[in-house]
């Protein structure tokens, strides 16, 4: 059996135990210019269009103690600055002036991703999301492409002497590849039968693209394929005797593997059959 003085002896044993931990825990925050996790998402941006890179940071309860710098390699100057709760311009480069914005709202759970309108080429490189907050700093690389690409609509064209399907996107950027593949038969190669073309669009960067295909059969669903090294697109078309559906499809590719990053579906729609032309 514990003697009183023994429980007494113990009790201050134990308070100090935790006091000391209690204290060392303190310490540490305090002193902590620790590293905080920083996460940064690859995406692609769309030239003309506006684009989001995507970074995350551990929240932190205060706005006013979150300070946020996006930095881009090369580039003399900051892409963006955000502390005390608001943008702080002073330091930008002139390459990005008027384009950017962080999310405000959501800077305080910890989102602190860059909008940037207008997107041009050139603001494709290595970025920096650097942050500091009360619970320390850290930061995170985000590889930027940037190009053009759009979702592709397919149709039967009505004005061809054969069957045939017309495949348009408007703007794409590198020269895509494009590729017409065949539900029944995936295996089926088309390239014999089918006719690519490339228009430069007015401002000589981004490009038309229209593929045709020859001499296709009726109840099949076609597919038109369109990819580059940012962007993966499908456009669909089953043309039956009373009917024709069509669906589209626009994935972005990611840096590493060919992980699906943001896509676009549209699903199928009915349209009115060519008044002149039917398949067979
Ligand atoms: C950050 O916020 C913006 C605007 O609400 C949103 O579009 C984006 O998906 C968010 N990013 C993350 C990683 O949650
Ligand atoms: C088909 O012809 C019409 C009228 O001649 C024209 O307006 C249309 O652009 C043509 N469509 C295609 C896909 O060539
Ligand atoms: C399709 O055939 C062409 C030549 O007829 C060839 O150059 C091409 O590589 C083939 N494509 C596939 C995917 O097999
Ligand atoms: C547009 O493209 C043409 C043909 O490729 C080229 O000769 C011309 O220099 C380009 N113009 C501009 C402004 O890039
Ligand atoms: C196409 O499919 C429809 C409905 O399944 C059928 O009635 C029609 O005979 C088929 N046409 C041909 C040419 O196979």
Redo the contacts with the bound molecule.
Sequence with gaps: MASRGQVIFWSIISTIIILAGATALIGFGISGRHSITVTT?TSAGNTGEDG?L???FEPNIKLSDIVIQWLKEGVMGLAHEFKEGKDDLSDQHEMFRGRTAV?AD?VIVG?D?LRLKNVQLTDAGTYKCYIITSKGKGNANLEYKTGAFSIPEVNVDCNATSESLRCEAPRWFPQPTVVWAFQVDQGANFSEVSDTSFELNSKNVTMKVVSVLYSVTINNTYSCMIENNIAKATGDIKVTDSEIKRQSHLQLLNSKASLCVSSVAITWVLLPLCPYLMLK
């Design positions: 998402l989001i995507s970074c995350t999310f959501q989102n991703s």
